[in-house]
């Protein structure tokens, strides 16, 4: 019965006709389990709007009384739809119906609201669950950590960290796991290191999940040989490495330079019977693109499709980049052309990719033709240009010596709202730096930090080469001595 049911749900676009479906199904002493099956079926299946449409007709329609599982259930579907108001709503009939909320039910509310980006208002669930006496344990916390990593809000979840450490809230392998993925998406692999380590010394066990965060962590920095280090401790501890583990290694190679590395490790996976992923063949071409080996990137995306697989946005947008890289521009129109093709809608990323193919090959007319359609497309369901855009424009204006032109497409960033982050600054003052105008460099540099835009080695190397004195060298490396002292203290744990 379970079985019917969930196909036939899942195959209904029409509440009406499903409720009324539901509606005729013969009362058996079994069916509540049979439709509370379904919802939870559905919810593995990551199938909101069927959830939705099942736990609506239990509490609305139906004669059962839901329980907390159909209440959190659908707390869990619009908060994933970022619904916040219905999820809300749902929160209030539960407390109506005198069903009482557990754990799982405030950590779905927090997940909702960092998902909505809605970081104030996440916050006030744990004040809630304090002045209602309850404690928020590990469940919640991490529930509010994981949504401040996907949110990218870093100095919060060190926040929280900090908070539940204080509280003597009992921290888990999940707990450890999330704080070393928010700092390695910081850029901060030391600092996961140092939780990795804190974990250890408390004699709370890393699991496979654990380890691939810190290999990951590593991995965005290039740090192969770390990495690597990892990557064994994982496996002397009796972990077989999953696909996710064997594709965070084969990352760090690509970052570091080295693509035959990832290509080692992409042949490794598969004679050790570990099959790779439509991720394992992107990490691929992105590691040839990088290296501008572009024919070894064409040819890993063509593996691709080979072996079944379809092609995703991300997987034409890192082969846009390796060809643009190349300056292969009649490639990167092919490419687009497939993309459109496959019946998919360029993106942010594909489009930057070909702005910077039309850049690298000077043909600067092409380029400004296609930002002008983007800005005319920007809230009419077009890709909208993001910082990313601006970045392009204001690099390839720069290197060209437009400094007028490169000045105002800073200046157009500034007025769609658009934050300059480290890549828009350090090619600003790269373009000075070229014609040795160190004054203006110094001046942009100061504009930078009063931003709150933290400058990184990239910044360093090209103030150095605005210097043309001793003097001059004396003083940046005072400021990058500086810069370093800062940065340790930034995430301090």
Same mark, same amino acid.
């Given at each position: 019965?379970?079985?019917?049911?969930?196909?036939?749900?899942?195959?209904?676009?029409?509440?009406?006709?499903?409720?009324?479906?539901?509606?005729?199904?013969?009362?058996?002493?079994?069916?509540?389990?049979?439709?509370?099956?379904?919802?939870?079926?559905?919810?593995?299946?990551?199938?909101?709007?069927?959830?939705?449409?099942?736990?609506?007709?239990?509490?609305?329609?139906?004669?059962?009384?839901?329980?907390?599982?159909?209440?959190?259930?659908?707390?869990?579907?619009?908060?994933?739809?970022?619904?916040?108001?219905?999820?809300?709503?749902?929160?209030?009939?539960?407390?109506?119906?005198?069903?009482?909320?557990?754990?799982?039910?405030?950590?779905?509310?927090?997940?909702?609201?960092?998902?909505?980006?809605?970081?104030?208002?996440?916050?006030?669930?744990?004040?809630?669950?304090?002045?209602?006496?309850?404690?928020?344990?590990?469940?919640?916390?991490?529930?509010?950590?994981?949504?401040?990593?996907?949110?990218?809000?870093?100095?919060?979840?060190?926040?929280?960290?900090?908070?539940?450490?204080?509280?003597?809230?009992?921290?888990?392998?999940?707990?450890?796991?999330?704080?070393?993925?928010?700092?390695?998406?910081?850029?901060?692999?030391?600092?996961?290191?140092?939780?990795?380590?804190?974990?250890?010394?408390?004699?709370?066990?890393?699991?496979?999940?654990?380890?691939?965060?810190?290999?990951?962590?590593?991995?965005?920095?290039?740090?192969?040989?770390?990495?690597?280090?990892?990557?064994?401790? %994982?496996?002397?501890?009796?972990? &077989? #490495?999953?696909?996710?583990?064997? *594709?965070? +290694?084969?990352? /760090? !190679?690509? =970052? $570091? @330079?080295?693509?035959?590395?990832?290509?080692?490790?992409?042949?490794? %996976?598969?004679?050790?019977?570990? &099959? #790779?992923?439509?991720?394992?063949? *992107?990490? +691929?071409?992105? /590691? !040839?693109? =990088? $290296? @501008?080996?572009?024919?070894?990137?064409?040819?890993?995306?063509?593996?691709?499709?080979?072996?079944?697989?379809? #092609?995703?946005?991300?997987?034409?947008?890192? +082969?846009?980049? /390796?060809?643009?890289? $190349? @300056?292969?521009?009649?490639?990167?129109?092919?490419?687009?052309?497939?993309?459109?093709?496959?019946?998919?809608? #360029?993106?942010?990323?594909?489009?930057?990719?070909?702005?910077? /193919?039309?850049?690298? $090959? @000077?043909?600067?007319?092409?380029?400004?033709?296609?930002?002008?359609?983007?800005?005319?497309?920007?809230?009419?369901?077009?890709?909208?240009?993001?910082?990313?855009?601006?970045?392009?424009?204001?690099?390839?204006?720069?290197?060209?010596?437009?400094?007028?032109?490169?000045?105002?497409?800073?200046?157009?960033?500034?007025?769609?709202?658009?934050?300059?982050?480290?890549?828009?600054?350090?090619?600003?003052?790269?373009?000075?730096?070229?014609?040795?105008?160190?004054?203006?460099?110094?001046?942009?540099?100061?504009?930078?930090?009063?931003?709150?835009?933290?400058?990184?080695?990239?910044?360093?190397?090209?103030?150095?080469?605005?210097?043309?004195?001793?003097?001059?060298?004396?003083?940046?490396?005072?400021?990058?001595?500086?810069?370093?002292?800062?940065?340790?203290?930034?995430?301090?744990?």
């Amino acid at each position: 019965m379970a079985q019917d049911i969930l196909e036939f749900v899942q195959k209904g676009t029409d509440v009406a006709k499903v409720w009324e479906s539901l509606d005729n199904i013969p009362r058996a002493h079994d069916l509540w389990d049979d439709i509370v099956n379904v919802a939870v079926q559905l919810r593995l299946n990551r199938q909101w709007e069927p959830i939705i449409t099942v736990c609506e007709w239990i509490l609305y329609r139906s004669s059962f009384r839901p329980d907390i599982i159909c209440y959190n259930l659908l707390i869990d579907a619009y908060g994933r739809k970022r619904e916040l108001s219905k999820a809300e709503s749902i929160y209030m009939a539960l407390l109506e119906a005198n069903c009482v909320p557990t754990e799982d039910t405030y950590a779905l509310l927090l997940r909702a609201y960092c998902n909505a980006g809605q970081l104030h208002r996440a916050e006030g669930v744990i004040s809630e669950m304090q002045e209602n006496g309850i404690p928020p344990s590990a469940t919640v916390y991490n529930a509010y950590l994981d949504g401040l990593l996907k949110a990218r809000c870093t100095e919060k979840a060190v926040e929280v960290y900090q908070r539940m450490k204080k509280e003597r809230c009992r921290t888990n392998t999940e707990t450890y796991t999330l704080m070393i993925n928010v700092y390695g998406k910081a850029k901060q692999p030391m600092s996961s290191l140092k939780v990795f380590s804190e974990m250890k010394a408390i004699g709370c066990k890393p699991n496979i999940c654990t380890y691939t965060a810190l290999v990951n962590a590593f991995a965005r920095e290039g740090l192969c040989e770390k990495a690597e280090e990892v990557f064994e401790e %994982m496996q002397q501890a009796g972990h &077989e #490495p999953d696909v996710y583990a064997y *594709n965070a +290694l084969m990352e /760090a !190679y690509s =970052r $570091a @330079g080295f693509p035959q590395g990832a290509s080692e490790i992409f042949s490794l %996976m598969e004679h050790m019977g570990c &099959e #790779p992923d439509r991720a394992s063949y *992107n990490i +691929l071409v992105d /590691a !040839y693109g =990088r $290296a @501008g080996l572009h024919q070894e990137a064409e040819a890993a995306f063509q593996e691709l499709k080979l072996v079944g697989m379809r #092609p995703t946005m991300k997987s034409h947008m890192l +082969l846009l980049s /390796a060809h643009a890289k $190349a @300056g292969n521009v009649s490639r990167c129109e092919e490419v687009m052309a497939q993309l459109h093709k496959s019946g998919l809608r #360029p993106d942010t990323f594909a489009l930057n990719a070909m702005l910077n /193919a039309y850049g690298r $090959a @000077g043909r600067l007319d092409d380029m400004e033709r296609l930002v002008a359609a983007m800005e005319r497309l920007d809230g009419g369901g077009g890709a909208a240009p993001d910082i990313g855009t601006y970045n392009v424009l204001v690099n390839v204006y720069g290197r060209a010596g437009y400094l007028d032109r490169m000045e105002a497409a800073f200046g157009a960033a500034a007025a769609r709202g658009l934050a300059a982050d480290v890549v828009t600054w350090t090619s600003r003052i790269s373009a000075y730096a070229r014609k040795k105008e160190y004054g203006r460099c110094l001046e942009i540099f100061e504009e930078m930090v009063d931003a709150g835009c933290y400058p990184d080695a990239g910044t360093a190397k090209v103030l150095l080469a605005a210097c043309s004195d001793e003097r001059q060298v004396e003083q940046v490396t005072a400021i990058v001595r500086s810069m370093h002292k800062h940065a340790k203290m930034l995430f301090k744990l």
